[in-house]
Structures are given as C-alpha cells and as structure tokens.
C-alpha cells in the first residue's frame, strides 16, 4: 500500500454532489463516491470505483494525477490502490 498523506484529524472530507432546488442534501459514504482524492507526496491523486474492502478500507482504480502531466514514483493512472478513511481529503458523489 502506497503512503498516501493523511487527512489532519480536526479536518472532515470536503464532499460535493449533484443538488438540484428542493432537494435534501444527504450524508454519503466513501463508498458512495463516483470519485475521491488522495493526496501523494502533496499531489492530487483522482480515484474512481471506490469498492470497501472486508478487511477494511477501500480500493480504487487512479484516474488522474494533479496538476495535469504530474508524475508520481509508483503512481500512475488505472492501477489499483488501498487506501484509508484518512487519506480521503474530498468525494464526489454518485447521482444514487
């Protein structure tokens, strides 16, 4: 497993979705996400088909690195990660 940086404990998961007016804006899981961030010695890393893991945790599939044309030692876009509640700074949501 890669050594994603960690989410300070004071700070939440900053988490967007689609809302339309009327709408009750609802509490989501990570596992919910259409896509959560990483961050990976300080670099955005975008990661899709964010499935739990029985063991805890999840895995993902890396879409992106940020800023665009970033380049990672042991990160690159479509391999598998593992990850932690704590490493996710932001999610997406899945229109459910």
């Known amino acids: 497993m ?6 300070h404990p ?5 988490k967007s979705s689609d809302y339309q007016h009327g709408q009750q804006v609802a ?3 990570i596992s919910d996400a259409s896509n959560v961030i990483l ?3 300080s670099r955005g890393v975008i990661v899709v088909d964010v499935k739990p893991l ?3 945790g999840y895995s993902g599939t890396v879409s992106a690195i940020e800023p ?5 030692q042991g990160v ?3 391999y598998r ?14 229109t459910l």
């Open 27 to 29: 509490d989501y899981e």
């Open 39 to 41: 961050h990976y010695q």
């Open 2 to 7: 890669l050594n994603f940086d960690v989410r």
């Open 54 to 56: 029985d063991s805890g």
């Open 81 to 94: 990660v593992v990850f932690q509640q704590q490493h996710v700074f932001s999610m997406a949501t899945k």
């Open 68 to 72: 665009p044309g970033s380049k990672l």
């Open 76 to 78: 690159r876009e479509g």
């Open 10 to 14: 004071n700070f939440g998961i900053f």
